[in-house]
C-alpha cells in the first residue's frame, strides 16, 4: 500500500486525487491558518501537562531548594540552589555516609528561626518545583553515620567513624577543627541507631547540627524517614555550577566494620537501564512482532 492509499474514516481520505490547496477547509483556503488555529486550542492542554509534568518530577523525582545560613560553607554558600534526589529512596536506598542531605525538621531544631513570606509568583514556582517552598521547615547537613555508627570526637579531632579517624581537610571549613572543645555537644562518644543518621555541617563552629540537639526526643538523630533526598548538584547561581560528591575519606577500607549494612543503594545508572527495558521491549513487539504477522 502506498502512502497516497490510507483512507479516513468515513471518507475518502486524502488519496481523492485533489490537489493540496483544495482539501483544505479552512475559511481562507489556508491549511496553515487552521493548523496555527489548532495550535492555540491545544496550547492550554500543553501548559497544562506541563504543569502536572513539574509537579510530578517535584513530588518524585528533583527538587530545588535554596541554602538558608552559612552552616555547609564552603561546600554550600548562603543563597545557593542545590537539586536534590527525590528518586532513589523511593527504591529504598537509604542516606550514605558522605551525602549532603536535605531532611524535614525531626525536632524542632529550627525554634525561633523566622520563616520568609513568599510573594504570590514565590508560590507558584515552589509549587510547580521551580523554587523551594518557604512554608517547609527543611535542614540541610552532611550525614557523618548511619545506623551501627561509632561517632566520637574528642578535643579538636580527628573526628572518628567505627575508630576510623576522617580527613575532613576537602570540605571542613577552612580555619575550623573537625570537632569543638565546648561542654553543650562538642565532645562525645556515641552509637547510631538503626534507621537513623547522624548529621553535621561543614562549617563545624557555624552550625547547629546533630551536636547541640540531643535533648530532643531523637537525641539528635535525624530518623531516615524525615530524609528527603540527597542534593546532587549546585544548579545556581552559575557560577557555582557543581556536582556534590562524596568525599574520599568515606571510602577508606574498615569503615563499615562495625555498622551494620543497611539497604543497598540504587544509582541512577541502574535506573535507567531498568526504565529502558520495557521500552526495548515495547519496540520489538511492536516493529519485530509486528513484521512477523505480515510475513505470516
Known amino acids: ?32 491558518a487552521k493548523q ?13 501537562i506541563a504543569l502536572v509534568l513539574a509537579l510530578l518530577i517535584k513530588t518524585f523525582l528533583v527538587q530545588a531548594f535554596s541554602i538558608p545560613s552559612d552552616s555547609m560553607q564552603n561546600t554550600l554558600q548562603q543563597g545557593d540552589r542545590v537539586l536534590v534526589d527525590k528518586l532513589t529512596p523511593w527504591f529504598g536506598s537509604e542516606p550514605e555516609r558522605g551525602e549532603v542531605v536535605v531532611f524535614h525538621d525531626p525536632d524542632n531544631w529550627l525554634a525561633g528561626e523566622p520563616t520568609p513570606e513568599p510573594n504570590p509568583l514565590q508560590k507558584v514556582l515552589s509549587w510547580i518545583g521551580l523554587m523551594p517552598s ?28 567505627n575508630g576510623m579517624a576522617l580527613d575532613e581537610s576537602s570540605y571542613v571549613y577552612p580555619g575550623n577543627t573537625p570537632c569543638s572543645q565546648d561542654d553543650q555537644g562538642g565532645q562525645f562518644k556515641l552509637k547510631v541507631p538503626e534507621d537513623h543518621i547522624w548529621v553535621m555541617g561543614d562549617h563545624r563552629q557555624n552550625s547547629r547540627d546533630s551536636r547541640y540537639n540531643r535533648a530532643d526526643s531523637n537525641e539528635g538523630f535525624v530518623p531516615v524517614d524525615k530524609v528527603v533526598g540527597r542534593a546532587i548538584v549546585i544548579a545556581w547561581p552559575v557560577n557555582r555550577w557543581t556536582n556534590l560528591p562524596v568525599p574520599d575519606t568515606f571510602d577508606q577500607p574498615g569503615l563499615d566494620a562495625a555498622s551494620s549494612a543497611g539497604a543497598p543503594s540504587v544509582a541512577p545508572q541502574g535506573l535507567a537501564l531498568a526504565g529502558a527495558v520495557p521500552l526495548v521491549l515495547w519496540r520489538r513487539r511492536r516493529y519485530g512482532g509486528g513484521a512477523g504477522r505480515e510475513e505470516g
Open 1 to 32: 500500500m502506498t502512502p497516497g492509499n490510507h483512507s479516513a474514516a468515513g471518507g475518502e481520505g486524502p488519496g481523492d486525487g485533489q490537489p493540496p490547496a483544495e482539501r483544505g477547509g479552512s475559511d481562507d483556503g489556508s491549511p496553515r
Open 134 to 161: 518557604a512554608e517547609e521547615k527543611d535542614l540541610i547537613k552532611r550525614v557523618i553515620g548511619v545506623g551501627g555508627d561509632t561517632i566520637e570526637c574528642k578535643g579538636t579531632g580527628p573526628l572518628k567513624v
Open 36 to 48: 496555527h488555529r489548532s495550535f492555540w486550542k491545544e496550547l492550554p492542554i500543553l501548559i497544562g
